[in-house]
């Protein structure tokens, strides 16, 4: 493994060590204990030591409350191996960053193809949100047994999704509007429909007056892998991702319409002259784009919430936002992508541990995210700080120019 | 001035674009630098220009050794360059373009347009060269804003000019009214550096002539020596200007435009009434100045752009506004005119060029599955037999070089099994041996009985090429000739004078 | 031999065969035609709706005028007329420029009739006038921050930069102003960090765009999001644990003695917080700098062709870097200008403003100038889209929070394909 800035693994744990090392400077900032302990520098002799200690003791305790509440408690893990107990508890932290990571894969996905092809799908979240709703509907307003009730409800999620890429793709196809803005604004549209969806009598929850929609009967219920009563709550979701991971990589690399995206996405103007139909593309990349956010919306229904309320995939991070960065991180590629959404999966869920157990809000974990992306993307920048031999560095191109 | 390039090396890491060049200008002489495509000229002048620092070597401005910061010294210093593709902002007015960087201003940092026109109306004047100075630039003819470039870098005081390939973009005449305009400068004492690889060009004007090739000097030669010895030296080896073409056979016609119209994108008829025949076994050229519509007119053909009315049939059938898909199926090869943006994917592997325009046909796709192992195996099989010169078909298509790029193109498009070429400006900016080798693909083509659309705004390429020469001018065809028409005839066609009113 | 001159400035002047104008034209005559049978003929004859011209806020009141009573059904039939007149114009005469002005100026007199139809007596609404003056003033608010944000995009894209991270510096403007407001109640001082704050976003944005050529939209995405949860986390830590850090600042109106009592104008323009008037001095200066002098010739060049630019000597990357971290500057204080007018910050109240703002500058084709009227049009339609509510319209609060996206959508897909962006906008100009 050649210690070069052209190398993607070596930037990328680079990136990340920067990323984390910003996160612990806001930490210090930021906090008033450990800023009261610096005010006292110069008090005594001792000062000085007290106040690197505090720091490094807080920030400490938060990174390790991240790494312990996403991928696991080493102290629980050998308890877990030598007495064969508790395995519910050491497990539940991966668990849950497998839960986490089940959506933002699929989103990271939709978004990797759409730029792959040139084109900005920044309303991954309007489309999950509305794939989420339309599947949710289908999943609680009708009762039928599971083996169709599921599928017709992921189904619907799907369709909920494309219909919501429909219009940025029917748009810039047919009138050029650039697709950024009009995402942007389709997400705003979404939410405010999310709510007057979740607030209207024939879909509010019955006997809540808040903004929480119905749930999904059983027959329309992903399981988790290890049932109810382990508290584990991965599901068969992670299926549906992984199968989604080798669907992209399919399409990409080995399907003709794969390659017309990325021909697409790397010269218009070529693709056009070789006989594509740039149109065609357009809204195709739209749908499929979008139908994948409905289905990530609609999975994270049946597998994790069971309902939609209103809060429904943005009250985290904004799903479509982080899927943004992970397809950064992951440059697009579908593998990339897999393992970069497991990877901010974990600092989500970590992030929400460290809140628990410090107090430090998880905001702090996306802006550690939102870092990382901009050292990954300019590798030139990484090269820098670290002075690796330079190799042919290449700057992140991802195809559209201004509003043309 | 008098200016000495002593020992200009240059390096881009691996490749070197200047070795150890030393040219001698000296004040009021029209000093020519001949070398082809790829031979380091650009490379000399963006150092001259201060736009590159040179690795080794310097510059001696009347005996002064000068080193440039950046290209705005070098025009305080008084050299002046006018640029192949020409540095003009075409929003901007003539006024703007010529006064940007060097404004006149008034109080608050306002810039003094009445001075500025006025300024420029002195010096088009003095030099002859009538423009006006508020027309907007992207309104006027390449002919004119040349001369806005012109005006340009003489207002700014310039003593040594450099013209890097500026009769690219101009008919016979208004190279003449050029050369009128270069010789009446050097004969106020101004200094010219005149860059081409067009060697009739630099026999007419040039009062020496140094000879680049591969970054290096390989000698001078006074105007009275012969094309071809100009040509050797050029190239390093004898040069067969002429294409060896099988006896001129016309059959059937093959291809035909019937008074096409094509509108541009401010609603201006850019295709004005077309009409041309093409035979089998025959090459048209389209001769004529870039930017009076053969552009639009390929474009249209290809697919690519809308007609408005009027028809194309190839081969019988009609093509007239079908999609680019069904004109490539159809049976029609396309050479676009820029080989990077519209023929190549850049990023992507030469093996996958080299499908570009058939992915899905059989073996190379079936049930919209590629097939990886037969894209490959088809492209090992064309750079055999165009040798084409890569590393491996996996590379990306962006490490080859110019010529070898535009053999991926011609190789993919003779090998599909085309009825019709159309070729637009097939070897523009490729070396002597890559042109001679397009033009060889593009004569077997023809030999084969097939009918060729070969567009291109190099004279010698159209007499090279064509059995039959059409000539376009401002959306119209105002000829159609054999090949032993004059140049100057066909000059006069290129401005826009009809056939029917040429003498004899 | 002379060569002739090409024609010079002759491009004529042909309307485009445009499917697309007469099916912008279409929907005008559809919603004209909604107005005219919906809010017009279904007034009963006899409903008035009164219009008032008091401003809410009685200090500085200008001279009062009466209340003027109309016809429901008349007033609604003119606007209908009025609106049925443009889309006719755009549908059969399908002007080249000023369509979308013409659309939007629809929009506008389509809510105006929804407002008067909605207050009419006999009618279900509590509120039974329409107060003229309080819409636009309370329209000024959204106004100045879109302005604010248009003009900051016009001055980073005139030099070829995109600036997507417009909705950040707001965010941070806001936070920042409202801290440094709380501390000092001094609004010039927290104007001057906001612009701080907003010109740090911006060097960064041109950091990564023009020393390192990353997609210059990904980087303002990335931005934004970083600055909207970092603002979210800093709200945490520090407005919870000092919650007096972050009250009461409303900036106080400056009332322009004597042009106050003019009604109607007078409070529009002449009772307005300093950020007001600031935002009408930026416009008029931008504009100069621009287009009359040495600074913004170069500006201007460096955005349409940067290697024209950089061959005359002029340095493309200081060019950029002076112009977006100057546009972030300006959009920072429109941040605080916000927060201003609200009191204080909450998370993700700016609510996608600066992307509206975006639009606004397409809309207003990259010309301060333009990007006042945009903003204008975009503004009205916001704040009434959001107040539509007190009026008891029949369309439910959420549908219609909708309203100004799917406004701004409209405006955007009308608009692409006729308007041109500086030429080299988001292109990273690549040295040898």
């Known amino acids: 493994m050649s210690l070069t800035s052209q190398n993607p693994v070596i930037v990328t744990i680079l990136a990340l060590v920067l990323g984390f090392v910003v996160g612990a400077f806001i930490i210090i900032f930021t906090t008033a204990t450990i800023l009261d302990a610096f005010r006292g520098f110069f008090n005594s002799w001792g000062a000085p030591g007290h106040a690197f200690k505090i720091t490094f003791d807080y920030v400490g305790a938060a990174y390790r409350d991240m790494f312990t509440g996403s991928v696991i408690d080493p102290a629980g893990f050998w308890h877990s191996l030598t007495t064969g107990k508790g395995w519910d508890n050491t497990l539940t932290p991966i668990s849950e960053t497998l839960t986490y990571a089940t959506p933002l894969v699929i989103v990271s996905i939709a978004v990797g193809i759409s730029f792959q092809t040139g084109l900005f799908n920044i309303g991954g979240n309007g489309q999950a949100v509305l794939g989420g709703i339309a599947g949710a509907v289908i999943g609680s307003m009708i009762k039928l047994p599971m083996i169709i009730h599921l599928p017709l409800t992921l189904i619907a999620g799907i369709l909920g999704g494309a219909l919501a890429g429909a219009l940025p793709g029917v748009l810039k196809a047919y009138t050029g509007a650039h697709e950024v803005i009009v995402t942007i604004m389709e997400n705003y549209v979404i939410y405010a429909f999310l709510l007057y969806v979740v607030l209207s009598t024939p879909y509010q929850q019955p006997g809540q007056a808040n903004d929480i929609g119905r749930s999904v009967h059983s027959s329309a219920q992903l399981p988790p892998i290890f049932g109810e009563a382990s508290g584990l709550r991965v599901s068969y979701g992670i299926f549906i991702a992984a199968g989604v991971v080798v669907f992209a990589w399919w399409f990409l690399e080995r399907s003709s319409l794969g390659f017309d995206f990325r021909v697409t996405g790397a010269s218009p103007s070529a693709a056009k002259a070789s006989g594509i139909s740039p149109r065609a593309v357009v809204i195709l990349v739209f749908l499929i784009s979008g139908g994948l956010a409905g289905l990530a919306g609609i999975v994270q229904v049946v597998s994790t919430t069971h309902y939609v309320d209103g809060t429904f995939l943005i009250g985290d991070a904004g799903i479509g936002f982080t899927a943004i960065t992970v397809a950064l991180l992951g440059r697009n590629k579908p593998v990339g992508i897999l393992w970069a959404a497991l990877l901010f999966g974990a600092l989500g869920v970590g992030g929400r541990a460290m809140q628990a157990a410090t107090g430090i809000p998880f905001d702090l974990a996306t802006v550690i995210q939102s870092i990382v992306v901009l050292f990954v993307a300019t590798p030139v920048l990484v090269k820098e700080i670290f002075r690796l031999r330079a190799g042919k560095t290449q700057a992140l191109q991802l195809g559209t120019q201004g509003w043309g | 001035m008098r200016l000495e390039l002593r020992g200009i090396t240059k390096r881009f890491s691996s490749l070197t674009a200047n070795d150890n060049i030393s040219i001698t200008v000296e004040p009021g002489q029209i000093h020519s630098l001949l070398g082809e495509n790829g031979a380091g000229k650009s490379t000399l002048m963006n150092v001259l220009f201060g736009l590159l620092h040179p690795d080794e070597g310097e510059i001696v401005i009347d005996g002064e050794v000068i080193k440039f910061a950046d290209s705005g010294e070098a025009v305080r210093r008084g050299i002046g360059m006018v640029h192949q593709h020409f540095m003009l902002v075409p929003v901007f007015s003539v006024t703007e373009n010529v006064v940007l960087g060097f404004e006149p201003t008034k109080s608050l940092n306002r810039i003094d347009y009445k001075k500025a026109t006025d300024d420029i109306r002195r010096v088009s004047k003095e030099f002859n060269l009538e423009v006006d100075p508020d027309a907007i630039v992207e309104n006027l003819s390449v002919g004119i804003q040349q001369r806005v470039e012109i005006l340009k870098a003489l207002s700014h005081d310039a003593e040594l000019l450099i013209l890097d390939e500026p009769t690219a973009v101009l008919t016979p005449q208004e190279i003449e009214a050029l050369m009128a305009i270069m010789r009446s400068l050097a004969a106020s004492g101004k200094s010219i550096l005149f860059i081409t690889h067009k060697l009739k060009e630099v026999r007419a004007i040039a009062d020496v002539i140094t000879i680049i090739r591969h970054g290096k000097v390989v000698g001078t030669a006074e105007p009275t020596a012969s094309e071809s010895e100009l040509a050797s030296l050029m190239v390093g080896r004898e040069v067969e200007l002429s294409v060896q073409k099988d006896a001129y056979a016309p059959g059937q016609i093959v291809f035909e435009i019937r008074d096409l119209v094509v509108r541009d994108d401010r609603g201006l008829a850019v295709v004005d009434g077309v009409s041309l025949d093409v035979y089998a076994g025959e090459i048209l050229a389209l001769a004529g100045v870039q930017g009076n519509g053969q552009t639009e007119l390929v474009e249209a053909i290809a697919g690519m752009r809308r007609i408005e009315s009027g028809t194309i049939t190839m081969n019988g059938r009609d093509i007239t506004n079908e999609t680019p898909r069904n004109i490539l199926d159809a049976g029609l090869g396309h050479i676009p005119e820029d080989r990077q943006r519209d023929g190549l994917v850049m990023t992507l592997s030469v093996a996958d060029n080299l499908v570009l325009n058939t992915p899905r046909r059989a073996p190379f796709a079936s049930h919209g599955t590629r097939n990886l192992g037969a894209v490959a195996q088809h492209a090992e099989q064309l750079v055999k037999d165009f040798d084409i010169r890569t590393t491996s078909v996996k590379e990306p298509v962006s490490s080859l070089s110019g010529g070898n790029q535009q053999k991926v193109i011609v190789a993919r498009e003779l090998s599909r099994n085309i009825d019709f070429l159309v070729a637009s400006q097939p070897t523009r900016g490729l070396d002597v041996g890559s042109i001679e080798y397009v033009h060889r693909q593009i004569v077997i083509h023809r030999n084969r009985g097939n009918g060729s659309l070969v567009v291109s705004s190099e004279l010698d390429e159209v007499y090279a090429l064509g059995d039959r020469i059409a000539v376009m001018y401002a959306g119209k065809i105002s000829g159609i000739v054999d090949p032993s028409t004059s140049r100057e005839d066909i000059g006069l066609m290129m401005a826009g004078t009809t056939v029917g009113a040429l003498s004899d | ?432």
């Open chain 3, 1 to 432: 031999m002379t060569i002739a001159e090409a024609p010079t400035n002759s491009v004529p002047k042909i309307a485009i065969h445009n499917t697309r104008t007469k099916v912008i034209g279409g929907i005008m005559i559809v919603l004209a035609l909604f107005v005219i049978f919906v809010f017009a003929f279904g007034s009963s004859p006899g409903a008035h709706s009164q219009l008032t011209f008091d401003p809410v806020n009685t200090t500085n009141a200008p001279i009062r005028l009466g209340t003027l009573t109309v016809l429901t059904r008349w007033c609604n039939l003119i606007l209908g007329l009025a609106m049925l007149g443009l889309g006719i114009e755009v549908f059969w005469r399908q002007p080249r420029r000023g369509v979308m002005a013409r659309f939007g100026s629809v929009a506008v007199l389509m809510l105006l009739a929804l407002l008067f139809w909605a207050v009419r007596t006999p009618g279900p609404s509590q509120i039974s006038y329409v107060n003229l003056t309080s819409i636009l003033v309370g329209s000024s608010e959204v106004v100045m921050v879109l302005i604010y944000g248009a003009l900051s995009g016009v001055m980073c894209e005139r030099s070829g930069v995109v600036n997507i991270a417009i909705e950040g510096q707001f965010i941070a403007g806001a936070f920042i102003g409202t801290i440094v407001a709380s501390e000092t109640s001094n609004f010039f001082f927290a104007a001057i960090v906001g612009a701080i704050a907003g010109g740090l976003i911006g060097l960064l944005l041109a950091f990564f765009a023009v020393r390192y050529l990353v997609d210059q939209i990904i980087v303002g995405i990335v931005i934004v999001t970083g600055i909207s949860f970092f603002s979210a986390y800093l709200n945490q830590q520090v407005f919870t644990p000092y919650p007096n850090l972050n009250t009461g600042n409303i900036a106080p109106s400056l009332p322009i003695p004597l042009l106050y009592k003019i009604p109607i104008i007078g409070p529009l323009f002449f009772n307005q917080s300093g950020f007001f008037y600031c935002m009408i001095i930026f416009v008029c200066l931008v504009s100069f700098a621009l287009f009359k002098t040495r600074y913004g010739l170069h500006v201007r060049a460096v955005g349409e062709h940067p290697d024209a630019a950089a061959t005359v000597g002029i340095n493309v990357a200081r060019v950029r870097y002076i112009n977006v971290a100057l546009g972030g500057a300006v959009a920072g204080i429109g941040g605080v200008a916000f927060m201003a007018s609200q009191g204080q910050f909450l998370p993700d109240y700016t609510s996608g403003f600066g992307y509206i703002a975006l639009a606004a500058m397409i809309f207003g084709r990259w010309r301060p100038s333009g990007a006042v009227v945009a903003s204008i049009i975009f503004g009205m339609g916001v704040y009434l889209a959001a107040n539509l509510q007190e009026f008891s319209v029949p369309i439910s609060g959420e549908i219609l929070q909708m309203f100004p996206y799917l406004i701004t959508i409209a405006v955007v897909a009308g608009l692409i394909g006729r308007v041109r962006p500086p030429a080299a906008d988001g292109m990273p100009y690549i040295r040898d």
